[in-house]
């Protein structure tokens, strides 16, 4: 009888031993497949990214100063006074010369477009590109050769009294 005891925790002990050996391995694979999978999706991702080829920037087109602008606001319960610079990027040369005969007419719309402003507006960043959105939309109304590209403000300050 003492030798069937034996035998069973023989048994025992092995198939614990058994157990373990098979863990161990399986564990360490998980562990490594685990640290290469968070290597290449957070390091490998970084290193693509900087491999990635510089997109060159868009060719400007050729910019013309209208000058600045000082007209009274539409606020009515308060001074108002906006000085606003504006460069227009026009698309070519034609349309540069049309800017030029055409001047008195795209100044005049600008500040009639400016001066129907009120200060709440134009304050803000929404109110500044909705501005910009608008004076392209009138410039290049009254344009018949080409058009604005973009505006830029180069100077924008509003003062209240």
């Given amino acids: 009888m003492a030798e069937e005891q034996t035998k069973e925790e023989g048994k025992k002990s092995g198939g614990k031993k058994k157990l373990i050996l098979i863990l161990i391995p399986v564990l360490l694979l998980l562990i490594g497949g685990g640290g290469a999978g968070a290597y290449f999706f957070v390091f490998h991702k970084k290193s693509e990214a900087k491999k990635a ?4 920037p868009e060719k400007p087109g050729i910019m013309y100063d209208l000058g600045s602008f000082l007209v ?19 698309s070519n040369q034609k349309v540069q010369e049309e800017v030029v005969k055409r001047l008195p007419i795209i100044k005049d719309a600008v500040i009639n477009l400016l001066s129907s402003k009120t200060y709440n507006e134009i304050r803000t960043p929404e109110g500044k590109e ?10 290049n109304a009254i344009l018949v050769t080409g058009g604005v590209q973009n505006i830029y403000f180069t100077q924008f300050i509003v ?3």
Wanted: charged letters at 25%.
């Fill in 72 to 90: 009274n606001l539409a606020d009515k319960n308060a001074n108002t006074y906006a000085k606003i610079s504006i460069t227009i990027e026009l």
């Fill in 53 to 56: 080829v510089p997109v060159a």
């Fill in 130 to 139: 909705e501005l910009r959105l608008e004076l392209i939309k009138r410039i």
């Fill in 159 to 161: 003062q209240s009294m």
